[in-house]
């Protein structure tokens, strides 16, 4: 993933708020460059980075296999080719982290 524009406080605020709201209690780090959210939970970790493209705001890449071929299922028009995702809006950034927070807690259920 490339890095095209910097975030500024606000931005990462409501990365890690929208984040927090579903699932991902835990900002691993914030800097201008990424937001890394994880979950004690879930056991996944999101990478949330900045996108300068027309219509994507971020790109979101799960460390998780399962997450991400979900988030493919899911949102096929979303995906690149390096398996990070185009996010446009704090609410999609909000569904896409609760749908793959919810698919990681059940993934462990089964694994355990």
């Not at 406080?9 to 835990?26: F, P, Q």
């Not at 704090?90 to 259920?109: D, F, M, Q, T």
Request: hydrophobic share 45%; proline share 4%.
């Amino acid at each position: 993933m490339s890095i095209f524009r910097l975030m500024n406080s606000l931005e990462r605020a409501l990365i890690a708020k929208a984040g927090y709201d579903n699932g991902w209690e835990v900002t691993v780090e914030d800097s201008v460059e990424r937001v890394i959210l994880a979950s004690a939970l879930h056991r996944a970790k999101a990478l949330i980075v900045p996108d300068a493209g027309p219509e994507a705001k971020w790109r979101v890449r799960f460390d998780h296999p399962t997450l991400t071929r979900e988030m493919r299922r899911n949102e096929p028009r979303s995906a690149s080719s390096d398996h990070s995702f185009a996010v446009g809006t704090e609410r999609h950034l909000g569904l896409a982290v609760a749908n793959r927070a919810i698919l990681g807690k059940r993934s462990v259920v089964f694994s355990e």
